[in-house]
């Protein structure tokens, strides 16, 4: 059974950054496109960032040029680095695949709390 652990969250203020991790134990992430989606509260998850398994990534609007994935097939580990947060990167974040009819179940996901 997969599953997936996030990590890196936290509170930081507008204008800071972190470094979100997701591993996983029982799948490697290498072949597969992944992604990063969030879930603020009261609202539907939304795809934030995508990367497919040849490292061709893409973004939301709302985080282009300020978020960047990557992925490190050795670490079997999928990374977002979030720069310039804005309050309204307030949400539970989530890595996955990317295609919706091959997702896991969703692990806990890790919190990021932009406020001053």
């Known amino acids: 059974q997969v599953q997936l652990v996030e990590s890196g969250g936290g509170w930081v203020q507008p204008g800071g950054s972190l470094r979100l991790s997701c591993a996983a134990s029982?799948?490697?992430?290498?072949?597969?496109?992944m992604a990063w989606y969030r879930q603020a509260p009261g609202k539907q998850r939304d795809l934030v960032a995508s990367?497919?398994?040849?490292?061709?990534?893409d973004y939301a609007d709302s985080v282009k040029g300020r978020f960047t994935i990557s992925r490190d097939n050795a670490k079997n580990t999928i990374y977002l680095q979030m720069n310039s947060l804005k309050p309204e990167d307030t949400a539970v974040y989530y890595c996955?695949?990317?295609?919706?009819?091959?997702?896991?179940?969703w692990g806990q996901g890790t919190q990021v709390t932009v406020s001053s």
């Open positions: 029982g799948t490697i992430f290498s072949g597969k496109a």
């Open positions: 996955n695949r990317l295609i919706s009819a091959l997702r896991w179940s």
């Open positions: 990367i497919t398994s040849g490292g061709s990534t």
